[in-house]
């Protein structure tokens, strides 16, 4: 059973940084994917980032030069740093994880930006 666990959230000043992490226990073989996605209240849930096995990497429009995502295969970790953050990237970040044909979530964490 995979288990996703997201840390790094918080309030931050419109134009900081954060960089949120993600921890996956359970099996790390056979991964496809992991990435990082948003839901803003009132809003469908978007790709901000995703990152494959072989490292290829892709970023939403709206995020692209401001934010990077990497792994660390042996701490089983991901990490989505993020830059000139604004008001407009207040959402709710969740971890994701395909392996095979499922997919898996964590728990969210919290990002604000304020103005």
């Known amino acids: 059973q995979v288990q996703l666990v997201e840390s790094g959230g918080g309030l931050v000043q419109h134009g900081g940084s954060l960089r949120l992490s993600c921890a996956a226990s359970?099996?790390?073989?056979?991964?496809?994917?992991m990435g990082w996605y948003r839901q803003a209240p009132g809003k469908q849930r978007e790709l901000v980032a995703r990152i494959t096995s072989s490292g290829t990497t892709t970023y939403a429009d709206s995020m692209k030069g401001r934010c990077t995502i990497s792994r660390d295969n042996a701490k089983n970790t991901m990490y989505l740093q993020m830059n000139s953050l604004k008001p407009e990237s207040t959402a709710i970040y969740y971890c994701?994880?395909?392996?095979?044909?499922?997919?898996?979530w964590g728990q969210g964490t919290q990002v604000t930006v304020s103005s």
């Open positions: 994701n994880l395909v392996r095979y044909d499922s997919n898996y």
């Open positions: 359970g099996s790390r073989f056979n991964i496809n994917s």
